[in-house]
């Protein structure tokens, strides 16, 4: 997979073509990983923002950050509404199945505390913290939140997340020439981001329980 992404990188069109279509294209991953949450999202906002600092063209990081959060937000209203409908019906749906598939009974618990402590603002470090969307979503849910109410909150998520993973790209680009090679180190930061989360979890899990 990264030798296709850096062979795609070192093949780049000039930059007229790559904002006619990478915008679009960026809009179109991040919103379908806001409802499918098994695209690395992160990663290809870090991935358009190293390529945008190699530009000439000096609003093309401000042009993927509204792109990344806009897309991020409204895939996230979309999926909250899908997710509505199948709390409000007596059967369910199929996207309220695949949330609660994707949040173990503890980390929904989790998140419901921490709703009820935090509120709204909860949602923006549930954006930011790896597998942390999901189950503070699923939170919201079940508490009967207006989808209006989560928008207020899931917006500064959005915001704050599209910042943070456009900061790694730029960093990655920052601390090499070559776009492919920003890219490269940008991706296995996000990477390494997400599974950390995980592995500290497994690491701590034996004696956390023992205790």
Known sequence: MIERLVAAVRELPPESTQQAVGYPSLFLLVALGALVPVVPTGAIVSSAAVVAFHHSAPLALFFVFVTASSA??????????????????????????????????????????????????????????????IPVMLACLLAGMPLRRFARGDLPACLA???????????????????????????????????????????????????
């Open 72 to 133: 991020a937000f409204l895939g996230d209203l979309a999926l909250y509404w899908l997710g509505q409908r199948g709390v409000r019906s007596r059967n369910g749906s199929r996207w309220l199945a695949a949330l609660r598939g994707r949040a173990t009974p503890e980390r929904l618990a989790q998140a419901q505390e921490r709703l009820d402590t935090h509120q709204v603002s909860v949602l923006v470090l549930s954006r930011l913290v790896p597998a942390g969307r």
């Open 161 to 211: 997340w599209a910042a943070t993973y456009q900061l790694i790209g730029i960093l990655g680009g920052s601390l090499f020439p070559e776009p492919w090679q920003g890219v490269v180190a940008a991706v296995a930061l996000t990477v390494l981001i997400s599974a950390a989360p995980a592995v500290w979890r497994r690491l701590r899990g034996p004696g956390h329980r023992a205790s």
